[in-house]
């Protein structure tokens, strides 16, 4: 039973740090991801918009043109594009946006079939195989993003045009596995959790009941992709037909418990199993949320919220596997996680959902970003050597620096689209109460009438203040799980709360109220569970949501030979990070050895001082050795 909706993208106008993130994607990352797909650029050009101006062409008979550029789910960059543009228009106003909003989405309606079909990869080179690799071939995968999309616009605008295109297209996927009763599933779910929203954005039965049939079937026929593989004449990249822990296909989805597999496939289908579980009262799907959320979180998570232990696969792999140097991390992989929490959240109201959507929102997730906006991370390991990282085979995902773009581009948009969206996620709300879930500065106006201010500096400030401007409705506040000192004032009266299930409530506060909470500010050393092998013995250190890593720039050029003093102190320091957070400082000892490869002789040590950036910071002044854990002395 869902207990929480989002809110709508024109409910929050941010401030503070969310603001600045929004105005960086508003002003640099959009129109320079339009650029790039634009083909407007010397470099990088990734020819997206092309393949929908190609396909338009061949559909109309204007050219018989089979010329398609790129990967073969090229479509869904420029539908995760349209999606931040969307939000981005609807919470900004600008016409520029706007524009080039209103340009993609007609390229992408002209690129349409008459009866529904769309995906520029297969009406150019493979017209006669639709619908015959979905192992492979991402033809669900596209069209959820471009559902996505179609339903953002809508939301942001009010103007059906997208949709009606993109509602089409889906009637066109009913027909096809519903009513003629094809069968399969996608190899890369996605398609589930857009499907959902496609149904609230319409009131369309039809597209609950097939995003239902998506989660119901897969995994039930484990000879599936093997039957596909052998009638279907012909290959993408030649995906092994019989490993289905990929693509979560092992067993039904009611049935699983661990997470395994490709990490962002794993969490698009656990958010779509969300929805539908709580869409439907389904309690056993439930379950199987909840046990997939503990597998993750309890033990196949980076401290940092990033999921996806290895480049092979881009995926899990067993419990408490979490290698520092060599972690895949993928940033799309910690949006997913993000999606799967809030829609978790929906169905269980409880901040430890929320606790995990904030720790990867600031640390996995916001280091796939440079603070100009403009080079992104695909990979974000917890380690950086210069010369092996992102240089010998091993290592060669783990790039030490970030790329302007990418020959698989799914990460810079679907970090422009959740970064634009951020508020929907932030506030929560319900008939009787409204949702505080993260801490994000701006005004809110929830649909059930309440309109509030919340004034903060968060991350980096921990004083936290709501201003009721219209009241009536109990008030919800998250308080983190690092918070172990949390004070409530209301009207500057210092009050007892209690806490439960990781909100405070405010029962009913009335207009004019002033709600403050001051959160733990101390930075805390983190220490692992002696099972993450990888890590015995170390320590990462953070302040309220962030997770710090110790740069060389920051460390005479030398992180590898610093440990952190036993019971030592961390303090904030007064120096700034790049982009202005602060610093922290932490005692430190530094192991001198000789130039030998292995000695009898123990390491000389010296006292000194580590400096620690925020982890989302980092490699934004060139590659340099990093470590999130150092060992403790
Ligand atoms: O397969 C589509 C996207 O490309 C995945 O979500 C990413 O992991 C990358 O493989
Ligand atoms: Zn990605």
């Not at 999309?149 to 089409?168: C, I, P, Q, S, W």
């Not at 399969?184 to 097939?210: F, N, R, S």
């Not at 979180?297 to 067993?318: C, H, L, N, P, Q």
Request: net charge negative.
């Amino acid at each position: 039973m869902k207990q929480m909706e989002f809110t709508n993208i024109h409910a929050y106008k941010a401030d503070g740090f969310i603001r600045n993130w929004q105005e960086i994607i508003h002003t640099q990352a959009i129109p320079y991801q339009y650029a790039v797909m634009a083909d407007q650029l010397p470099e990088p050009q990734s020819h997206t918009l092309q393949n929908f101006i190609n396909a338009a062409k061949k559909i109309h008979g204007v050219h018989d043109e089979n010329d398609f550029t790129g990967i073969v789910f090229h479509d869904s960059d420029a539908a995760k594009w349209a999606e931040a543009a969307a939000y981005t228009a609807a919470t900004t106003g600008d016409p520029d946006i706007a524009a080039k909003l209103d340009a993609v989405i007609r390229l992408i309606a002209d690129a349409q079939e008459p009866d529904g079909y769309l995906n520029t990869y297969f009406s150019l080179r493979r017209p006669d195989k639709k619908w015959t690799n979905l192992l492979e071939a991402h033809e669900l995968y596209c069209a959820g993003h471009m559902i996505e999309a179609a339903v953002a616009h809508y939301e942001a605008t009010g103007k059906r045009n997208f949709l009606d295109v993109m509602r089409k297209n889906a009637d066109h996927i009913y027909k096809h596995f519903i009513t003629e009763r094809h069968e399969g599933w996608g190899g890369h779910p996605e398609i589930e959790l857009a499907l959902v929203k496609l149904y609230q954005a319409t009131g369309d039965e039809k597209y609950l009941v097939l995003a239902k049939h998506f989660i119901d079937v897969r995994g039930t026929d484990t000879d599936f992709y093997s039957r596909e593989n052998d009638r279907k004449g012909w290959k993408y990249w030649g995906m092994n037909p019989k490993d289905l822990t990929y693509s979560q296909a092992h067993a039904p989805v009611r049935q699983q418990k661990d997470a395994v597999g490709h990490a962002v496939r794993a969490a698009y289908l656990y958010a779509g199993m969300a929805d539908i579980a709580n869409l439907t009262d389904d309690s056993a799907l439930f379950c199987a949320c909840k046990n997939l959320w503990d597998s993750i979180t309890k033990k196949r998570m980076y401290v940092t919220g990033g999921i996806g232990s290895t480049k092979d696969g881009e995926a899990f792999t067993g419990d408490y596997d979490l290698p520092n140097d060599t972690a895949y991390a993928e940033s799309c992989a910690a949006a997913a996680l993000i999606f799967f929490a809030a829609r978790m959240a929906q169905g269980e109201i409880d901040g430890k959902y929320y606790d995990i959507a904030e720790l990867a929102f600031y640390n996995a997730f916001l280091a796939g970003i440079q603070l100009d906006g403009k080079k992104f991370f695909y990979v974000n390991p917890l380690e950086n050597i210069p010369g092996i990282s992102g240089k010998i085979s091993t290592h060669n995902h783990a790039l030490s620096v970030r790329q302007d773009w990418f020959a698989c581009a799914c990460c810079p948009p679907n970090i422009a689209r959740l970064l634009a969206s951020f508020g929907k996620y932030a506030y929560g709300e319900n008939e009787g109460t409204v949702f505080c879930n993260l801490y994000a500065a701006g005004k809110v106006q929830f649909g059930n009438g309440v309109q509030l201010q919340c004034t903060t500096g968060y991350p980096f400030d921990f004083n936290v203040q709501y201003s009721i401007q219209h009241g009536g409705k109990d008030i919800a506040v998250r308080i983190p799980a690092y918070s172990r000192h949390t004070t409530l004032k209301i009207d500057g009266k210092e009050t007892e709360y209690t806490i439960k299930n990781g909100y405070i409530y405010i029962k009913k506060p009335i207009s004019g109220t002033k709600i403050e909470i001051q959160l733990d500010n101390m930075p805390h050393k983190i220490y692992p569970h002696t099972k993450i092998f990888e890590n015995s013995g170390n320590v990462a250190v953070s302040r309220g949501p962030i997770i710090y890593c110790f740069e060389g720039i920051d460390n005479a050029g030398d992180v590898l030979s610093l440990a952190l003093k036993r019971s030592g102190t961390l303090t904030v320091g007064a120096d700034t990070a790049p982009g202005g957070a602060p610093v922290l400082h932490a005692q430190a000892i530094r192991l001198q050895t000789g130039q030998s490869l292995y000695s009898f002789d123990p390491p000389k040590t010296a006292i000194d001082t580590a400096t620690a950036i925020p982890y989302y910071t980092r490699a934004n002044r060139g590659d340099t050795e990093m470590r999130v854990w150092l060992p403790e002395y």
